[in-house]
């Protein structure tokens, strides 16, 4: 019996690891040792979210492997990792076989699939190290070209180095470029952000929003409006409205991290990034609910024949019904931004990985005093 350890991160970390285990097992017998089974246990922990401090992660992983007697270690965390200012998917400590893998270097979608390939490469390796040594550049061509058909645009390359903090050598695969890597992590830390959730907090400023527009649009000066303003302007004011709601949403909250001393510029810059990014895609989820809610009451509830005739127009035709709708949508997004700072202040922040990080510091911190 073989037995793999992996310790996960709370969070996306945790439940792509739950949904693989079963399925991994199988795939770790056919690929690496027919004859024999294999046992997988999960820890979570929220310590292997700080990535600040690694020597403080890998003794705490050594500790682990001890107390559970397992073969291999893997620990995945939901943060980003670096290696010379280049994102970091899998880090593997050759003194002990232990391995880091880091979930959003995969990128928008990291696919249970992939994850699952690159924790039986990175387990495949740590076997040829334990077998042969940290001398395996040749014997691990195979799962090199593994990896690296899972990464498209961003090409892997591996590198050996001996880190002083913790005293021991690694093999790490990083991504090769800084520009592709970072914009990597950016949309898989979104991804873990899962802007779906957020726009599910902002279930009650849709509906105030759309109750304000309902009201609004059987006048006839939206009407009027909606009719009148060319594309271009009806296009400014959705952005205007989109980003100042964005700007309300970020201030209202405390969405927005500043650095403090002893804190990491490049993830503090990183955290405000992904948090930017995954308002934006909420808001953009939102706005499209709007305006579809809002081009359906407009169909319905406004004849074609008493629009035109107040207006003093020949007809009304689909574009004034997809214009009104576009301008409700932005005019009462404004609304709504304002019924956002009503908002579960918790549940919101909560969908962003600086609120979730300082959550983890304090777990840690208490630990250590009661420690």
């Known amino acids: 019996m073989a037995r793999l350890g992996i310790i996960a991160a709370p969070g996306t970390a945790r439940n792509i690891a739950s949904k693989i285990k079963d399925e991994l097992a199988d795939n770790l017998k056919e690929r690496l040792s027919e004859n024999e089974d294999w046992e997988i246990d ?5 310590l292997t979210g700080e990535t600040e401090f690694s020597k403080k992660i890998y003794a705490r992983t050594e500790e682990y492997l001890q107390e559970n007697e397992w073969d291999y270690l893997i620990s995945i965390t939901d943060l980003p ?8 998917v899998i880090d593997i400590d050759t003194s002990d076989g232990i391995a880091m893998m880091s979930i959003p270097a995969f990128g928008w979608r990291p696919l249970k699939k992939r994850v699952q390939t690159a924790i039986i490469n990175t387990v495949s390796i740590i076997k040829k190290i334990i077998d042969n040594g940290d001398d395996i550049e040749a014997e691990i061509q195979e ?9 498209t645009f961003s090409k892997l390359q591996y590198a050996k180095d001996f880190f002083e903090e913790s005293e021991t ?5 990083h991504m090769n470029t800084k520009t592709g890597g970072t914009f990597r992590l950016v949309t898989g830390m979104t991804f ?4 779906y959730n957020m726009m599910q907090s902002l279930s009650g400023v849709t509906a105030i929003a759309f109750a304000t527009g309902a009201f609004g649009i059987i006048f006839s000066t939206m009407w009027n409006l909606s009719y009148l303003f060319p594309t271009w302007r009806l296009a400014a004011i959705s952005v205007l409205s989109i980003f100042g709601m964005l700007l309300w949403i970020i201030v209202s909250h405390d969405l927005w991290e500043n650095f403090k001393e002893g804190q990491s510029r490049r993830m503090t810059s990183l955290y405000n990034s992904t948090t930017l990014l995954t308002l934006f895609i909420s808001l953009l989820f939102y706005y499209l609910l709007l305006y579809l809610l809002f081009l359906t009451a407009g169909a319905t509830l406004l004849p074609p024949d008493f629009i035109a005739t107040t207006i003093e127009v020949e007809n009304i035709g689909v574009r004034f019904y997809l214009e009104l709708a576009w ?8 609304a709504g931004a304002i019924g956002a700072g009503f908002q579960d202040k918790e549940t919101i922040q909560e969908s962003t990985y600086g609120y979730r990080q300082r959550l ?4 840690s911190r208490e630990e250590d005093s009661e420690e």
């Open 360 to 363: 983890r510091y304090q777990e």
């Open 42 to 46: 999960i820890i979570v922990d929220p």
């Open 81 to 88: 990792l670096f290696y010379n200012d280049k994102p970091v």
């Open 192 to 195: 873990a952000n899962n802007p």
């Open 327 to 334: 301008f409700a949508a932005s005019l009462t997004t404004v």
């Open 169 to 173: 050598k690694h093999l790490l695969f």
């Open 143 to 151: 799962e090199i070209h593994s990896l690296n058909n899972m990464f």
